[in-house]
């Protein structure tokens, strides 16, 4: 009769019942064995590489016949920032991840399962916390700072384990009597589980990434309630994991420490645990010790999402990296199956890595380049519009002052079975486009050294007379031949290495002339494209620019 007494004073208000918030949040109904998971960020700052690399994770746990939601978990206020959520929602949309239940924005949500912010559930973690106190697994603790501090200090000088527990637990029995004066005297309080546990007991469980892990049970009388009638992390994640039936919890693997509370609280509030999967942090190189570390918000400006973004990196091609950290066998999939979807690749936990995958800035560049290099021209086009709308208002004008000059531009090269790389992210375009537009191109040429100035400039005067902007790509490469041969030069490297001293060089360095002089570049895609798509016009003013300077 004491524990319903208690609870009636601790939760007056509370009417609705735990069972009642069990049927408010029925199962779901998917097939079987789909799996439900979800990304669960305090709205702290911005999106970390890391957390979008447990967000992709989450997400292709959950697969197309699973569910993948986004919950807020926004009980420390004192750490939270102005429009952090929309931002992890924006974060994660930036590259694909969007998921399919959670919230939205700062005020809104969608899904069944919701609230999706924990802060907007306060009555729902007071509930169970008051079915607890009913069953006497569940006390008010009315310990001081100082208090609490000097039982730290006790702990401290006899070498035991730091926390409230056993002996230190000094209202572990409280009576309802004893409380309610303390209550009408104004004492704040908090309410502490009554555990369970046994100081020489061990769980074990089977992480899904890392194997069996075996550890002691847990004995401390963990906080569930904060002075404020809010839940802390470890109880409102155990009770929205079970009200929105989460099956599968991925995280990082500073949280491993915490599953015995965590398993713990399931087992008291009568909860199945989901299954956990401790993600290994990404790791990288440090150059001053030459050993690996975590990656730092403070020291590695790629650790925040929008370094990417801002560099423009595709989502698709930053998708396609994180695959390749997260299963080692992806990348012989992927070059199994060119064409084929990310969503066909069989991702599993098991095969991530246990000691943490290390971050390749080069290796996601190449990534990058061969996604690129698989798009389409108007898909270039797209991306880097939408791109440099954002980021780059110059390049934007001059692209969208005339979209098919700029298409014609990106479909250099694009479709053949072995398409250039020349492009691994979208701030490289500018660069990569710059000799087609007067405004970007600064006229300096890089002619190479194996041709003089002579043989150079008599070679562009003698191209500017006989250049048949009408002729075909077939055509093109002999009259380059004809022109080689005609000034002194081989007809082919294979003609030169036969007898290089009969031969001021090859064809191919006549071309490289011609090349220099249309585009300043020593190598370049197809040059018979690039005048093609430069026009006549362009091209004989670049050839008698390069002639006068």
């Known amino acids: ?156 000088a006899a070498k035991v384990l730091p926390g409230i527990y ?94 015995p509370i965590h398993l713990q609280l399931q087992r008291v509030l009568g909860f199945k645990p989901p299954k956990y999967a401790h993600i290994a942090p990404i790791m990288k190189e440090d150059a001053e010790t030459g050993g690996k570390r975590k990656l730092s918000k403070r020291k590695d400006p790629e650790a925040a999402v929008s370094f990417y973004a801002e560099a423009g990196y595709p989502a698709g091609a930053v998708s396609e990296y994180l695959m390749t950290v997260a299963n080692s066998n992806y990348e012989d999939w992927r070059r199994a199956n060119k064409t084929e979807s990310m969503d066909k690749f069989d991702f599993k936990l098991s095969k991530m890595s246990k000691a943490g995958a290390l971050f390749d800035m080069v290796k996601l560049h190449d990534v990058s380049k061969t996604y690129i290099s698989t798009m389409n021209a108007e898909e270039v086009y797209s991306a880097v519009e939408e791109w440099s709308g954002k980021y780059d208002a110059g390049l934007h004008a001059l692209m969208t002052a005339d979209e098919e000059y700029a298409k014609r531009i990106f479909s250099i090269e694009r479709g053949n079975k072995k398409p250039r790389k020349d492009i691994g992210k979208w701030s490289e375009v500018k660069d990569y486009i710059s000799y087609f537009y007067d405004e970007l191109f600064d006229g300096v040429r890089g002619w190479a050294d194996n041709v ?43 003609e030169y290495k036969q007898a290089p001293e009969s031969f001021k ?30 026009g006549r016009d362009k091209v004989m003013e670049r050839i008698h620019q390069a002639l006068e300077a």
Request: proline letters at 5%.
């Open 166 to 259: 056993g002996e230190y637990a000094i209202y572990r029995n409280i009576t309802a009597e004893e409380a309610k004066k303390r209550i009408d005297n104004g004492e704040e309080y908090v309410v502490r589980l009554k555990s369970p546990g046994r100081p020489d007991g061990r769980i074990s469980f089977k992480d899904e990434i890392k194997g069996k892990i075996e550890m002691p049970e847990n004995i401390l009388d963990v906080v569930l309630l904060k002075k404020d009638g809010t839940p802390t992390y470890h109880f409102a994640h155990a009770v929205d994991d079970h009200l929105m039936h989460t099956t599968h919890v991925t995280r990082g693997d500073e949280w491993i420490s915490s599953v």
């Open 1 to 156: 009769m004491d524990n319903l007494t208690m609870s009636q004073l601790l939760f007056p208000s509370i009417t609705k019942t735990a069972a009642d918030y069990e049927a408010a949040y029925p199962p779901r109904g998917l097939k079987e064995r789909a799996k439900v998971t979800r990304f669960a960020p305090s709205p702290t700052g911005f999106l970390h590489f890391g957390s979008l690399f447990a967000a992709f994770i989450a997400a292709k746990t959950a697969g197309k016949d699973g569910v993948f939601y986004l919950r807020i978990e926004d009980t420390d206020k004192k750490r939270e920032v102005e429009n952090g959520v929309i931002g992890m929602v924006n974060g994660l949309r930036e590259f694909g991840i969007v998921p399919d239940e959670g919230a939205v924005s700062e005020t809104e949500e969608k899904g069944c399962y919701g609230p999706y912010t924990q802060s907007r559930r306060t009555p729902i973690y007071q509930a169970f916390v008051k079915e607890l106190v009913e069953q006497g697994m569940a006390y008010p603790c009315f310990m001081t700072e100082e208090e609490i501090s000097a039982v730290r200090e006790k702990q401290e």
């Open 452 to 494: 003089s100035k002579e043989d150079r400039d008599a070679l562009l005067r003698r191209y500017a007379e006989i250049y048949d902007h009408s002729g075909s790509a077939e055509e093109w490469f002999p009259q380059i031949q004809e022109l080689a041969a005609e000034a002194g030069f081989a007809r082919s490297p294979k």
């Open 505 to 534: 060089g090859h064809a191919g360095d006549v071309a490289g002339v011609i090349r220099a002089a249309v585009t300043g570049r020593l190598s370049t895609p197809d040059l018979y494209s690039i005048m093609q798509v430069m």
